[in-house]
Nanobody, 120 residues
Framework: QVQLVESGGGLVQAGGSLRLDCAAS????????MGWYRQAPGKQRELVAA???????NYADSVKGRFTISRDNAKNTMYLQMNSLKPEDTAVYYC??????????????WGQGTQVSVSS
């Protein structure tokens, strides 16, 4: 029932910027944590950035200083601002949301992904 829809991907040159959006079907207050993952061709999916409901943020070392994760609670949307993009950032980016409940434990939800391609 939960839907996460990513947008904002595209093709940019190295050094350029993109902002990814993840729109949730319900209030993002219902999620204990949200984050962005990415998967490059031939590679495993990896965590890029995550933000908890309490505002704690973690970044992969490879994107620190370049990417910024944020939320707009009024719009039920999570963002990933990507600056100084590098060719190695090329991947499909996925929105993730986690919900922790006593009844069901941890439930993980995923968007369909959006392609980010960075040319050299």
């Amino acid at each position: 029932q939960v839907q996460l829809v990513e947008s904002g991907g595209g093709l940019v040159q190295a050094g350029g910027s993109l902002r990814l959006d993840c729109a949730a079907s319900g209030s993002i207050f219902s999620f204990n944590a949200m984050g962005w993952y990415r998967q490059a061709p031939g590679k495993q999916r990896e965590l890029v950035a995550a933000i908890t409901s309490g505002g704690r943020i973690n970044y992969a070392d490879s994107v620190k200083g370049r990417f910024t994760i944020s939320r707009d609670n009024a719009k039920n949307t999570m963002y990933l601002q990507m600056n100084s993009l590098k060719p190695e950032d090329t991947a499909v980016y996925y929105c993730n949301a986690d919900r922790v409940t006593l009844a069901t434990g941890v439930l993980r939800y995923w968007g369909q992904g959006t392609q980010v391609s960075v040319s050299s």
